[in-house]
């Protein structure tokens, strides 16, 4: 299911494009989205948005990846600024290979990582190839 059958107050349903999306979108309308690579290979889809509580910003996505039927399924928190709306397809993109995304750190649903510690966070930065907001001067 994507962002437009999510929708349930219609903000994407303008036929002149007014409405907030795609530049500005209910966060509700992208869980469950799917995560695509560039190779169009399907790296699973979105579980979670996790919002920076301190600054209000999204810090990452939470993805899912393998298993079946939610047994075996690994999660993965991406750092949002890794991944790119398709507004074509109605998907994320995301530039990582899938053998890549399935030797990337993740967890499973019992046990999830101290997302607000820095050390954690600056290791899947530097996986996905992202900067923390904290490095990056505000505007």
Same mark, same amino acid.
């Given at each position: 299911m994507n962002y437009q059958e999510r929708?349930? !107050?219609?903000? !994407?349903? /303008? %036929?002149?494009? +007014?409405?907030?999306?795609p530049a500005l979108m209910g966060?509700?309308?992208?869980?469950?989205? +799917?995560? !695509?690579?560039?190779? #169009?290979?399907?790296?699973g889809d979105v579980k979670e948005i996790m919002l920076d509580m301190s600054t209000g910003r999204v810090s990452y996505a939470v993805l899912s990846f393998g298993g079946f039927l939610g047994m075996g399924e690994k999660l993965? =928190?991406?750092p949002w600024d890794a991944l790119t709306l398709d507004t074509v397809?109605?998907?994320f993109t995301l530039n990582v290979q899938k053998d890549k995304l399935a030797d990337a750190p /993740?967890? #499973?649903k019992d046990h999830w990582p #101290?997302?607000? +510690?820095?050390?954690?966070?600056? /290791?899947i930065h530097d996986y996905y190839g %992202?900067?923390? !907001?904290?490095?990056? =001067?505000s505007i």
């Open positions: 929708d349930n !107050y219609g903000m !994407y349903k /303008g %036929t002149r494009g +007014d409405g907030p999306g966060a509700n309308t992208l869980v469950g989205n +799917d995560v !695509y690579n560039q190779q #169009d290979e399907d790296l993965f =928190a991406v397809n109605k998907r /993740g967890f #499973d #101290d997302m607000s +510690d820095q050390t954690w966070a600056k /290791g %992202t900067k923390p !907001y904290s490095t990056i =001067a």
